[in-house]
């Protein structure tokens, strides 16, 4: 492994000293690769077998991961396409397989349709791969800060409640100059039993069968744990109760061999022509909120009832 005795890595340019996952049972090679990135202001995790490098990736949550393609019990490219096939592991964090065995093109293509962003043979160049891993690190760093700073919820991918308010005004403005109908439905999603996997996983759940489901024209998100809202335009009350029974189907049919049953809850609000409301969409997801509030505190009370409540049925309380 062949390197320069000067620094190829600008530590100011991340926030904080990358953490590099090393998957190989060489030692040899390992330690080879720890004496060119621990100088060069990369922290170092080890794993020695495939079924280690896969629970370290995801308990550590490292910035980039090297993998050996001949580990003892896994192969490195199978370790990388469980790796990317696992909604828990951020898409960002780049993936390099090594491999002192062949390395040749058709080796090359299953590791990038694995999901890898390097493969490399070895001896490897020391100075060439500082310049790789900077590279990919800048990228991973840069993408995550604007995640951070985006509109969009990271564990679902659909709109966080920022992102679902600019969303709504552009909705809403472009119902209002076409006299069309509005409805907002906000529906809990949580399982039938508590045995059952927890917040997180039925969040990914949901959250990829509505962006696979969801129309184009409507904005979806997430607005905490459980809960989430359909910004619908050109919707009445009967497509809101359509749209309920439809994604009470697709999780039923998707979602339970990963998250079991299902239990589905919603309230909305309806308007028909938002033009001749006195209600912003923001208002209108407000009552669909109220609407689902109810509901779910009248189920507390009596496990007889509906699972859809509009707003216009939520009983008013009494003047004091």
């Known amino acids: 492994m062949r390197t320069s005795g000067h620094s190829m890595t600008e530590r100011d340019q991340f926030p904080r000293p990358p953490l590099v996952l090393v998957a190989n049972d060489q030692e040899w090679s390992a330690r080879s690769l720890e004496s060119i990135l621990a100088p060069n202001g990369y922290s170092v995790l080890r794993a020695y077998t495939g079924r280690q490098a896969l629970e370290r990736a995801r308990t550590a949550r490292p910035d980039l991961i090297i993998l050996d393609a001949q580990m003892p019990d896994l192969h490195g490219v199978e370790v990388c396409r469980q790796l990317r096939s696992d909604p828990r592991f951020p898409a960002t964090v780049p993936i390099i397989i090594t491999t002192a065995g062949p390395s040749g093109r058709a080796q090359r293509l299953e590791a990038y349709q694995a999901g890898a962003w390097e493969f490399l043979g070895q001896p490897l160049d020391g100075e060439s791969l500082l310049l790789r891993l900077s590279t990919f690190l800048v990228a991973k760093f840069e993408t995550d800060a604007l995640l951070e700073e985006s509109l969009l919820d990271p564990l679902t991918g659909l709109y966080n409640m920022r992102g679902l308010s600019r969303r709504a005004r552009e909705i809403g403005a ?38 696979t489901h969801g129309r184009a024209s409507d904005a979806i998100g997430r607005l905490g744990d459980g809960e989430y809202a359909v910004i619908a335009p050109h919707t009445e009350a009967k497509g809101v109760i359509q749209m309920v029974e439809r994604l009470e189907r697709l999780i039923r049919s998707e979602g339970n061999g990963t998250v079991g049953q299902v239990r589905l809850r919603a309230g909305y609000s309806a308007i028909p022509d938002l033009s001749t409301a006195q209600l912003d969409v923001l208002q209108i997801l407000l009552q669909a909120t109220s609407a689902l509030r109810s509901l779910v505190a009248d189920s507390g009370q009596s496990p007889v009832v509906a699972r859809l409540r509009a707003f216009e049925e939520v009983p008013t309380q009494p003047a004091s």
């Open 174 to 211: 472009e119902t209002v100059r076409r006299h069309a109908a509005l409805s907002c439905v906000v529906f809990a999603a949580e399982p039938e039993t508590p045995t059952e996997p927890g917040a997180e996983r039925l969040a990914e759940t949901v959250g990829g069968i509505l962006r």
